[in-house]
């Protein structure tokens, strides 16, 4: 991390940093960070694009990092608890010996933290069954926050963005085969090498969000990726997968057209001409990815989402999750104000014994486990951020700093979102992704905020010292 590159504070900036700035925020940018940011946020795709593959062999079979390490864990849980936080660490460090801006928002995560080993805590007490599951797909993905929000000022992220959509468009490219090859051949095996799961379908809808928020902040619309990466996320038709695509595109084109009229980023020309794009490329992937195998596929999507599998008296379109929630409404009316503590889980009985059921919903969750305290805490420290985000990404007037906020932030909502039906966040790539989406983002705020402050506090001395000394002028 010490091979570092520094700009004049002066003039048109690669990387698309301030373009008037005091010269203790002048642009920076570390080659070796930005290499080490672009690794991580690989790994986390790899790792959710591959997960089928990797589940048996990692959990059962023999991968010596999972037998001497206890409960299985999964390789990216390995690498940011152990080498990963180490870097971490260093680069945290390297960050407040060069006077880093101070990091806006970190009585938020602190409150996240707060409330996740407080009520882990008293889930062990209370005896909740699945505790450490909570603890490590909830709370300790967060704690790539503590480096990232650093890293996220050391780097130019709009390189390392670049990058990550470059080498995720064949990753995309390969899940289109593979999401094919499946209703081609009538199915495969879940540990098949081939085989899609809805994790890697997030982590692409992901990098997608990156690209689309491009495409609306700048003239590289670049329809020929938003086909590939389309294709890549609809292919496998995985039912949550496929409506996260969907709240993905809403949410990100909202914020473009909300956050962009301020400083004129998003251009209404450009934000019509991408929605035609869109409005043109999702329905020939529907049809493409439907159309396999004599609608092998639509028939496959039909069932997922109305049922139609099912007797008319069976056929129940939100797969049991009304039911469950309200089970998990009356556990919470028996302790309404701290709830049961982290682990409390609806599970049903098989012939390998109880087996945790997904609640599908993370609200709903919170508020049984965490009670209204928990909830009230989190609700607090939620909106107090995001709202800060979406107010300082309308002051933003480059685009080279827009794009990647928009595209991040746009994932985080849609994230957040679509945890009112589904159970996405706790999946360790995910959630690794999710967080340091958050973390990135929070640094560039900071340094805006800075700047900003910076910049006022010059023009008030210029203004004094032009007011107590008019020979200056």
């Not at 960050?95 to 009520?119: D, E, F, N, Q």
């Not at 009538?186 to 081939?194: A, Q, R, T």
């Not at 003239?219 to 949550?240: D, H, M, T, V």
């Not at 951020?385 to 985080?412: C, D, H, I, K, N």
């Amino acid at each position: 991390m010490t091979r570092m590159a520094t700009y004049q504070p002066y003039g048109r900036l690669p990387g698309g940093y301030y373009a008037s700035q005091a010269p203790s925020l002048a642009a920076t940018h570390s080659r070796a960070a930005e290499w080490y940011l672009f690794a991580c946020l690989l790994f986390m795709v790899l790792e959710g694009v591959f997960a089928s593959w990797a589940a048996l062999r990692f959990e059962t079979r023999g991968y010596v990092l999972v037998k001497i390490t206890p409960y299985k864990l999964w390789p990216s849980i390995q690498y940011f608890y152990t080498v990963g936080l180490v870097i971490g660490i260093g680069i945290l460090l390297q960050a407040r010996s060069r006077g880093a801006p101070p990091v806006r928002g970190t009585w938020c995560i602190l409150g996240v933290w707060a409330v996740g080993l407080g009520w882990t805590a008293y889930g062990v007490i209370q005896g909740t069954s699945s505790w450490l599951g909570d603890l490590r797909g909830l709370v300790l993905p967060s704690i790539v926050v503590v480096w990232m929000v650093s890293l996220g000022q050391m780097v130019r992220l709009p390189v390392v963005l670049n990058r990550i959509i470059a080498v995720t468009a064949w990753l995309a490219a390969f899940n289109t085969v593979r999401g094919i090859y499946h209703f081609a051949t009538g199915g495969l095996p879940e540990d098949h090498p081939l085989a899609a799961q809805w994790r890697g379908d997030y982590m692409i809808v992901g990098v997608y969000c990156l690209l689309l928020a491009r495409a609306f902040a700048t003239r590289q619309r670049s329809p020929l990726l938003l086909g590939i990466f389309i294709l890549g996320a609809l292919a496998p038709l995985n039912k949550p997968a496929v409506a996260f695509f969907l709240i993905a595109n809403v949410v990100v084109g909202l914020l473009a057209v909300y956050t962009g009229r301020r400083k004129r980023m998003v251009r209404i020309g450009n934000t019509v001409l991408v929605g035609i794009i869109l409005l043109v490329l999702i329905p020939i992937a529907a049809k493409v990815v439907t159309s396999v195998n004599r609608g092998a596929g639509a028939e496959h999507l039909a069932n997922r989402f109305l049922k139609y599998d099912r007797t008319a008296s069976a056929r129940d379109v939100s797969g049991g999750r009304f039911e469950m929630w309200q089970h998990c409404l009356k556990i919470w009316s028996e302790s309404p104000i701290v709830g049961t503590g982290l682990g409390m889980k609806l599970v049903r009985d098989s012939s390998r014994g109880p087996i945790p059921l997904p609640i599908h919903n993370l609200y709903v969750q919170l508020l049984m486990q965490t009670g209204i305290a928990g909830c009230s805490i989190l609700l607090l420290c939620g909106v107090s951020w995001l709202s800060g985000a979406v107010r300082t990404l309308s002051s933003e007037s480059t685009a080279e700093r827009y794009w990647p906020r928009l595209g991040m932030l746009g994932f985080v909502f849609a994230l957040l979102a679509g945890s009112s039906y589904g159970d996405a966040l706790p999946v360790r790539s995910v959630a690794f992704l999710f967080w340091s989406y958050v973390a990135l983002d929070a640094g560039m705020q900071s340094q805006l905020v800075a700047q900003t402050s910076l910049s006022r506090a010059t023009q008030y001395r210029r203004k004094y010292a032009t007011t107590a000394h008019p020979r200056l002028t």
